[in-house]
């Protein structure tokens, strides 16, 4: 499994993708390989097609609870134009490119302090983040029993 979290640490509650990424990786969960960057890009798609899943972790805008978990697959219509990417689009790149359709997610979660350079999550974003974290093991343990 692969854990891509992405996010700015220099803005605020942009920083959870990464955040999630450093806290999961300090966790060692067997056969989780971890990356953490900025944002989503054309070379992602190589990490991707090597792994059985992949997990996209960000920072969630304007979010209604502590977190969205949910599933991504790959989008003909996606943009795969840009310098950034989306979860979608990473995965039509790595399907185009290498014939590789891993299972895939995306952990959205939910901060409240964005743009303003500002290093570290506020209090509700960390919240968040224990959050984020504790479902995502629970999620792990039955992972490899689905």
Not at 13 to 39: C, K, M, N, T, W
Not at 41 to 61: Q, R, S, W, Y
Not at 95 to 108: C, D, I
Not at 115 to 126: M, N
Request: some cysteine; hydrophobic content about 45%; glycine content about 14%.
């Amino acid at each position: 499994m692969l854990l891509i979290g992405y996010g700015n640490p220099g803005r605020g509650d942009d920083g959870l993708g990464p955040a999630f990424a450093e806290r999961i990786e300090r966790a060692g969960p067997p056969g989780v390989a971890v990356l953490s960057d900025y944002q989503l890009t054309v070379e992602h798609a190589f990490d991707v097609a090597g792994a059985d899943c992949v997990v996209f972790a960000d920072a969630l805008i304007g979010g209604d609870g502590a977190f969205r978990f949910t599933g991504a697959q790959s989008d003909t219509a996606a943009d795969i134009g840009s310098h950034s990417l989306s979860p979608e689009a990473v995965l039509t790149l790595a399907a185009t490119l290498y014939g590789a359709r891993p299972a895939a997610h995306v952990m959205a979660i939910s901060g409240v302090e964005f743009g303003e350079v500002k290093e570290g999550l506020s209090p509700r974003a960390q919240r968040n983040l224990d959050r984020a974290c504790d479902f995502f093991f629970a999620w792990l343990a039955g992972y490899g029993n689905v």
